[in-house]
Every structure is written in structure tokens, then in C-alpha cells.
């Protein structure tokens, strides 16, 4: 406020609200900085002629008297809950002086729920504007910022902590507390650290054996670093380079949708999704060129190291010979060419496998099957609070993260942005709704699918107490341990 003549606006949907908020510290302030708060008009006035302006914007004629007003600066408090044309039409009376030197801001702030909250974290988080829109769009000026309760240095964060856990709606709780944005039609529930959901049931009850408190934030379904096992010299070695375990493919075709494969790590009755490649206007020839680049990595040691991938779940097979089947054959059939194999070296499995003992027909286009066949596997535990399903997710800021990344490992950040994105059919709730980024989501079903139907959700140990330290981290197993039981497909 140090400009002359500088004026800034703060608008909310409700004003009494506003009025609770922000204008009860006001008048205080304004005098202890010299200026005078005019409380029948919502003006603050500065002593060096600079303005704030403190309004009501929820319906279409108070978006249009706020369209009226000069302003250098807006800042839409709870912003999601606004009408987003509303916030678009003030924006564009947001400007400065030619020669100021400032810069016209807009400021959002709020919750991550509310009716605009699709377009806030289509133009702030995921940034991606297309069409007509795009044309003067700059993503790199739409910056977003994320603020939680330890931010705030006068409040006692565990006694507000407590307060929002009593009683709240769970997609309240998730908002306010988590920080995390509830999709009312999301069908795929991530857990990135172990919290206080994990340590339910899936009904929502206490667990059978409830895990310790030492495992509150310790990582859970995504994982930053690959896990090592005793390699056929005693050593510890990374689970990609045991002969021992089994590393899969999944691929979903796209040509102006995106192209998807995964690679997945089987390590005993662990499941593992530690790569991905993303293509779009990419030819099946050069696909197939580099989904055979993208399987050779880089050894601890440096060296070249050739992935043992042994299935490439596809969906080649529907009722009608579409363009797109016939391109994710082309694909298959050019990484056969490549490898100078077998043609069952590589081997297309069907999704709709009646042995799997799933009810699903290809022609279906099997919307249904995915949601079943991901939450089986996602819900599905070895050992008390151990997944059976991990995404790997590299931290380029550590040393870890980074050798995982030169070795040419890079997680699958495509696959975990858009899998909670995720929602069912309005029209058949059963399926799942169509979406540009689903093609990850669709190949990981692919290999979910893969997997014999289990009924071991979240409580039941299937495997012995010994997987749980490993993973944990608390030991190392030996090879002969960690022999996985061999699957009749």
C-alpha cells in the first residue's frame, strides 16, 4: 500500500461472513496506520490516497456493480465458492498505470470445495486450458500456493485440529482438515501416507490389530524410493535386477488422447508401479521404439540393464475393428519385431477373461470392469497397513530421487494426478465416466484385472508377519523367502 492512489478490492460470496472476518479488525488497523474506515460503505482510505474496497459478489448484479470499480488489485476470498464467470468478468477490470511499474494481481484463496473449483485447478494446479481460452493463457503466471493450519503462528493447531474432527461431513473433513479436495462422484481413493483413515477399516471401523502411532506419516500407497531385497551374491539390490521377480507392461492406445504405458514390478504378492510413458500424435512404429528404450535402465552401478518384462496387458479385442485396436496391435506387433521373439514372449491378455471370474464382455467397452478391478487391488492389504498396490513417485529434491530418475526410472506422476480425478457415469454409476487423461487409469485396469479376485480388504493378512517388516523396512528377506507362488492365468 506504499504506492499513492493504489486500490484494491476483497469480495465474498456472503457478507456477513466477510464482515466476520476481515472488517471487525478494520477500523483498529486503519487508525493505527493513519487512515479512517468508512463502515456504512466498506472503504478503507490510506493516507496516501490508496483505497480497499470490501464487497458482496454472488449474484449477477453485484458482479456487475464490482465490474464498475477501478481496481489494481482483486482478491476473491473463498474463492471457490464463486461463480466463475462472475470472477472472470471482475478480473477484466483488474488494471494498473502503463508506466506504474506494477502488475495487475488476482488473488484466490479458500478451500478446495465449492462450484468453481473444476476451473481453479484447471487454470492454477493442473494448467491445462485448451481451445479458444488458450489463446492468450500463460501458465507460468497462474501461480498456486499451499497453505495449511501450521502456516498460522497465533492459532493452536491440535485444539482446531480436534474441533473439525467431530462432527463434520467427511467431504467437509477432507477440505478443511486434509487440505484435499472431495470428489462427490470420485471412484479411487489414494492414500500417499498412512493417516488417520488408513487406520480404519474400510467400513470405517477400528481395526482388529490397530497399527501404532509410529506409523502415523509413514508412507503408504506412494513410495519414494524403491525397496531392496538380498540379491543371489547376499547383497542388497534393487528389486528391478533379481531374476527373480516378474515385471509387467500395460498400454492403452491414444493418438490425439494420450498413449499410456505402465510398468509394474511383481515382488512376492507385492504389485509395484514404478514407470510410465505418455505419448500423443505418436506413431505405433515409434511407440514401440520406445517402449523398448524406456525398459532398459541404468544398475546402481551405472551399467545398462535390460528389464525382464515378461506380459504386456492390452485390450486389443473388442467387437468392432476400430482404428484404435488395430494401432495397439501395430504397437505389439513392432515390439515383437524388435525383440526377434516369440510372439508369446509378450503376450495380450484380453481384459475381459472369463477364468478371472469377472462379468464383463469386450463389447461392454468394460467401464465397469475398471473401477471394479482397480478398488480390488487398491483395497486390498498383505500385512496390517501394508498395500498390495504401490506407485512409485521419485522426490527430485533428495539424492534418492534423483539417482532414480537419471537411471531412467521416473515413477508414474501421470498415472497419480489423474487416477483420483477419476469419476463414475452419471447416467450408469456402475461405470466409469469418460475423461481426455483416462487412459492411464485404463491401463492400469488392464493389469488389475490380471489378478485372481481376492476378498482380503485392508484387514486380513495374507501373507506372514515378515513381509510387513520388510516393507516397513525393518529387515531385509532372503531370496529364498520371497519366492512368489506361481499363478495359473
Known sequence: MSYPGYRYAILRTSFPELIKNHLIYLNVEM??????????????????????????????????????????????DEAPTFNWDHIMMICSSVRVPKDSGLTPLKRFN??????????????????????????????????????????????????????????LSPHLRMAWLEGRRPRERALFDIRAVVDEGVRLT??????PEPLADTR???????????????????????VLELPWVRIQGSYDDGYID????????????????????VWTHTNSPDIAKDILDASVILREDGGPYQLPLSTIYADPVVAKQTTAVQSTQEVMQSVWRCLEHPQDTIRLKRCCAKARNLTFEASTNSRELYVSAINRLLQTEIAPGVP????????????AGRNLLMRGIVGCPYLLKYLPKMQFDEKDPRKM?????????????????????????????VRPPWWSDFFIGNTNIPKQQYQPRRRTR
Not at 35 to 44: L, T
Not at 388 to 399: E, M
Not at 434 to 459: E, F, G, I
Request: proline share 7%; hydrophobic share 35%.
Open 31 to 76: 487508525t493505527a496506520l493513519g487512515g479512517k474506515y468508512n463502515a456504512s460503505k466498506y472503504i478503507a482510505t490510506y493516507p496516501n490516497g490508496s483505497m480497499g474496497f470490501y464487497m458482496q459478489c454472488e449474484t449477477e448484479e453485484q458482479a456487475r456493480n464490482a465490474l464498475g470499480v477501478e481496481m489494481m488489485e482483486a482478491v476473491f
Open 258 to 277: 494420450p498413449a499410456v504405458m505402465l510398468w509394474a514390478v511383481n515382488v512376492g504378492p507385492q504389485v509395484i508401479v514404478f514407470n510410465e510413458r
Open 202 to 207: 474400510l467400513s470405517g471401523k477400528d481395526r
Open 388 to 399: 498390495k498396490l504401490l506407485f512409485l513417485r521419485p522426490d527430485p529434491k533428495t539424492d
Open 110 to 167: 479458500g478451500n478446495p470445495i465449492g462450484p468453481c473449483m473444476d476451473e481453479i485447478e484447471r487454470y492454477f494446479i493442473d494448467k491445462e486450458v485448451d481451445g479458444e481460452e488458450a489463446r492468450d493463457y500463460r501458465p507460468e503466471e497462474w501461480r498456486s500456493i499451499y497453505v495449511d493450519m501450521s502456516d498460522n503462528v497465533s492459532l493452536d493447531v491440535e485444539a482446531y485440529r480436534r474441533q473439525l474432527s467431530v462432527g
Open 216 to 238: 502415523l506419516d509413514t508412507p503408504y500407497q506412494i513410495i519414494e524410493e524403491l525397496p531392496q531385497a538380498q540379491g543371489p551374491d547376499g547383497t542388497p539390490a534393487s
Open 433 to 461: 465416466a469418460d475423461h481426455k487423461h483416462d487412459h492411464a487409469v485404463v491401463a492400469l485396469a488392464y493389469l488389475a484385472a490380471s489378478y485372481p479376485v481376492q476378498t482380503t480388504p485392508r484387514v486380513e493378512v
